[in-house]
T-cell receptor
Framework: GDSVTQMEGPVTLSEEAFLTINCTYT??????LFWYVQYPGEGLQLLLKATKADDKGSNKGFEATYRKETTSFHLEKGSVQVSDSAVYFCALSDGGGKLIFGQGTELSVKP | GAVVSQHPSRVICKSGTSVKIECRSL??????MFWYRQFPKKSLMLMAT?????????EQGVEKDKFLINHASLTLSTLTVTSAHPEDSSFYIC???????????FGPGTRLTVL
């Protein structure tokens, strides 16, 4: 079945460092891909999405490109802030609304 | 953006009792609602999918008689954990989806602790 694999955390960075969180997927069809963020004590929020190959999703300085050839959707940010500390989830959807999540990567940004 | 609420946000109950969790879409009609369970430092595990007016579809390994789901209207779904035990303690999250829209809107979650 479809699945999502993320790099393991926790990831600890200093403020203004470059961030990459790897995400790869396995799917039989052509899924949409998402990154969700969960801040401490809050629910999941959609961070960005891409619905087809080569699409780039971006939001709040975060970017991810849908790479069909490598089945990847890595999350990047050029300069992280303390406020970016959260758990990040990569997910895919086959179009029926059902989401399959990766295991989540905890990011901690130190001042 | 669309808002999904959950009630209660936190509940503590005794072993053997039943607990009902509500999920509401406040400003849109949700054709489908999903219920997830999140373990500490783990991903979200989809428990079931419910469509308004029909029976929920449960994922493999999820006991449908233990986790009763009702989706009586386009804005409300409920999850009832029956005869709760300590191993049912977890963070339960719902999400709402409207057909034709690729994304889901998540509720803030309900922390269940069974003593």
């Amino acid at each position: 079945g479809d699945s999502v694999t993320q790099m393991e955390g926790p990831v600890t960075l200093s403020e203004e460092a470059f961030l990459t969180i790897n995400c790869t997927y396995t799917a039989t069809g052509y899924p949409s891909l998402f990154w969700y963020v969960q801040y401490p004590g809050e629910g999941l929020q959609l961070l960005l999405k891409a619905t087809k190959a080569d699409d780039k999703g971006s939001n709040k300085g975060f970017e991810a490109t849908y790479r069909k050839e490598t089945t990847s959707f890595h999350l990047e940010k050029g300069s992280v802030q303390v406020s970016d500390s959260a758990v990040y989830f990569c997910a895919l959807s086959d179009g029926g609304g059902k989401l399959i999540f990766g295991q989540g990567t905890e990011l901690s940004v130190k001042p | 953006g669309a808002v999904v609420s959950q009630h209660p946000s936190r509940v503590i109950c005794k072993s053997g009792t039943s607990v009902k969790i509500e999920c509401r879409s406040l400003d849109f009609q949700a054709t489908t609602m999903f219920w997830y369970r999140q373990f500490p430092k783990k991903s979200l595990m989809l428990m079931a999918t419910s469509n308004e007016g029909s029976k929920a579809t449960y994922e493999q390994g999820v006991e449908k008689d233990k986790f009763l789901i009702n989706h009586a209207s386009l804005t409300l779904s409920t999850l009832t954990v029956t005869s709760a035990h300590p191993e049912d303690s977890s963070f339960y999250i719902c999400s709402a989806h409207t057909s034709g829209e690729p994304k889901q809107f998540f509720g803030p979650g309900t922390r269940l602790t069974v003593l």
